[in-house]
């Protein structure tokens, strides 16, 4: 007969290991890091089940059992508190990127170096977060992977270049804080915004829609399992206390090997594209669905009108700008070949119009609802022609797009100059 003891120990091991699972299903993939992690939490809490001689010894693997269960019950008091944390890049990297071989993306240098800050953060410059000297301008970046500019050398993001313009036009120092993550979307801008509030921004941008289009196509096609499953997202084990302070421990030793030199500060990688290879072209694929709403997702318009009133309520400066693309009639065979999210990593794709259709239809409702809202707008998607020239696939901006976006968002901001310059 199994003991209740036993079937104690089983249903917390169970209760525990779902949230990882959950992680693991909702990212299609695992990862080293999680699985360590996951392994550790179960370790900690069968290491109470031995009988102990020692009073000491039960005692501490009682106590770690303790805080397994604790972790647990904290992620879901996490989530339903305070939501999702505020994604970042992980902190205190610094990336020596190489280009190399056949599939290096048009308009990129072989060479680039892509750093953060302890916070996750890229900027252009050292940043104090608790004190804005006087006389800075401080800019805010909120976007996904079109602002975070994932490939391109800190000196030449838009949003740095942006700040130059800035700063010459103003002659003041302006810093800038890129709060942007690839693959994120509009919730998640949401909690950014909450984030670069304690930063005292005179400038927050943001670039925000293509994932939430891609998102809403990938929904139409999940079972009622996943749908569910998704809902439970922010109680995946990578949002619990425990791993959040082991991934900041290791962050903390990672950086004091750094500092004293037992660690080289940065990372090298080779670049070839070869994950994406089977992904471009992804017009081509043999399965073609229709998809032609007539109206942006609710939910979408939902977490956009959370961060129009919270710019509005707080009286902040934001800028909001549609999305430049790569889908258009007239889009050159050399850029159609490069496409991949038409969506991402999928089994089927839409068809050149539905693409066409989509993003004008959030870009559309984006100028419609800035236009209401009362907020600043700056119209960027027909300013960036569908070539290899400015893109590199559907929406990444290469060296010469990201100098042409910077040359946009600098003029709609020194055209606004009295909205943010108080000296």
């Given amino acids: 007969m199994i003991s209740a003891r036993t079937i104690l120990y089983v249903v917390l091991s169970i209760a525990v290991s779902l949230p990882a699972f959950l992680e693991s299903f909702l ?3 695992g990862n080293a890091t999680l699985w360590v992690a996951w392994a550790a939490t179960l370790l900690l809490l069968w ?8 009073r000491w010894l039960r005692a501490a693997t009682y106590g770690l059992s303790v805080l397994v269960v604790l972790n647990l019950v904290g992620s879901a008091a996490i989530a339903i508190l305070h939501g999702e944390p505020s994604p970042t890049l992980p902190p205190n990297r610094k990336i020596e990127l190489h280009f190399v071989g056949r ?26 977060y608790r004190h804005k000297p006087p006389g800075v301008l401080r800019l805010v970046a909120i976007g996904a992977s079109t602002t975070e500019d994932r490939k391109l050398d800190d000196r030449k993001t838009w949003t740095n270049l942006t700040a130059e313009a800035l700063a010459s036009a103003t002659g003041r120092k302006v810093e800038v804080i890129n709060l942007a993550l690839s693959g994120v979307r509009a919730k998640h801008n949401y909690l950014s915004l909450l984030e670069a509030e304690a930063y005292a921004p005179d400038i927050v941008t943001f670039l925000i829609g293509i994932n939430d289009w891609n998102h809403v196509v990938a929904r139409e096609h999940w079972s009622p399992l996943r749908r569910f499953l998704v809902e439970l997202s922010p109680m995946t084990f990578g949002n619990s206390p425990l791993y959040r302070g082991l991934k900041q421990a290791n962050e903390s030793i990672r950086l004091a090997l750094q500092r004293t030199g037992g660690l080289d500060d940065k990372v090298v990688l080779e670049e070839d594209n070869t994950y994406r290879e089977s992904s471009l072209d992804s017009l081509a694929r043999p399965k073609t669905v229709a998809f032609h709403p007539t109206a942006v997702d609710s939910d979408y318009a939902r977490w956009v009108g959370r961060i129009f009133d919270e710019c509005r309520r707080k009286h902040l400066f934001c800028l909001f700008m549609d999305q430049p693309t790569a889908y258009s009639a007239a889009t050159p065979p050399n850029l159609r070949k490069r496409l991949w999210m038409t969506p991402p990593f999928a089994d089927y794709t839409l068809g050149m119009d539905d693409m066409i259709h989509l993003s004008r239809l959030y870009n559309g409702w984006m100028v419609d609802a800035v236009k209401k809202a009362g907020l600043a707008f700056c119209p960027l998607a027909d300013k960036i022609p569908a070539t290899t020239e400015y893109l590199t696939d559907d929406c990444h901006f290469n060296e010469n797009g990201a100098r042409r976006v910077a040359e946009i968002v600098s003029t709609c901001l020194i055209d606004r100059r009295a909205a943010y310059d108080r000296r």
Wanted: aromatic share 8%; charged share 20%.
């Fill in 27 to 29: 990212r299609s993939s």
């Fill in 47 to 54: 290491s109470s089940w031995p009988r102990y001689e020692s």
């Fill in 103 to 128: 599939n290096i993306e048009p308009g990129i240098a072989s060479e680039q170096t892509i750093t953060t800050n302890a916070y996750g953060h890229r900027t252009n410059g050292p940043v104090d």
